[in-house]
């Protein structure tokens, strides 16, 4: 199985490892071009194929008041935007069966947040585009169990597909990550780690989701020694300002010295097969 729809989906000559990278939700046109331009420079000098990432809209909250988007379509033309820009692909979360043919007229990737994973009518709503579907393994199901959602898709009649570990709950409060269930679902669909879900600290009684992006690296040099074919973060320029899941984001800043390791990481890696 392979993601041969979007040619930045595969490896390059050296073997590396994909990103799928932004902030987590759209908060405005200049905020996503600001951030789409400082990945895809880094990106760029390292080759590394690179997916925009950018929520056009938050359906899982916390509270009523938490933000959730800036509109739908603004959001989804701005996701244009950054793809007509840059020349790269792009990717978002869907929430509803109507989601998944109106989000197909302006991204290539159509995302399925973990908690909704085993809703078979949005997972097949989301094949039937024809678009990617990058399936995020729920919080409360088993590696092995996310074959079944690959098969949805696959049974569909859509091949390209990927699976996205983003941990799993560890009591009311924390995510681990489990790396057995890299190479047990790479026996299903390529796999990515979302390095920055899994260090969030959820269910917090404020209401607001806390998280550990001091472990970002450590998550992330682990998932490539277990052998993923892409990383998923999310990175802003002033994470303690972003309007969702700015406690576990990555700084921009620091991204280029973290793919820069991660890389020789890859390499050594690879060297070992």
Do not use: W
């Not at 938490?66 to 840059?86: C, N, P, Q, W």
């Not at 969702?244 to 793919?259: F, P, Q, V, Y």
């Amino acid at each position: 199985m392979k993601l041969d729809a979007i040619p930045q989906l595969k490896y390059t000559t050296n073997n590396n490892f994909f990103l799928l990278a932004g902030p987590c939700a759209i908060e405005g046109e200049d905020m996503a071009l600001r951030i789409a331009e400082k990945v895809v420079t880094i990106t760029d000098k390292l080759e590394i194929p690179y997916v925009f990432k950018g929520s056009f809209k938050k359906a899982n909250r916390s509270r009523v008041d938490s933000f959730t988007g800036i509109g739908d379509e603004k959001a989804l033309k701005i996701l244009r935007k950054v793809s007509e820009t840059f020349k790269v692909p792009t990717v978002t979360d869907i929430h509803e069966i109507s989601d998944a043919q109106m989000a197909a007229e302006y991204v290539d990737v159509l995302q399925i947040p973990a908690f909704l994973v085993r809703q078979t009518d949005l997972v097949v709503a989301a094949a039937q585009t024809g678009k990617v579907v990058n399936l995020k393994k729920g919080q409360f199901m088993s590696p092995e169990s996310m074959q079944h959602a690959v098969k949805k898709v696959t049974d569909s009649g859509n091949e390209q597909v990927m699976l996205t570990d983003r941990g799993t709950m560890f009591g009311y409060q924390d995510m681990i990550v489990d790396f057995r269930g890299i190479p047990t679902m790479k026996q299903y669909a390529p796999v990515v780690l979302d390095v920055t879900h899994s260090l969030q600290q959820p269910n917090q009684s404020s209401g607001v989701t806390g998280g550990r992006p001091n472990m970002i690296e450590t998550i992330a040099r682990a998932g490539i020694a277990t052998g993923v074919d892409g990383l998923f973060l999310e990175t802003h320029f002033d994470p303690a300002n972003a309007k969702s899941d700015g406690a576990n984001m990555l700084h921009l800043d620091h991204l280029e010295k973290l793919l820069t390791n991660l890389m020789a990481l890859r390499k050594t890696v690879n060297a070992l097969k």
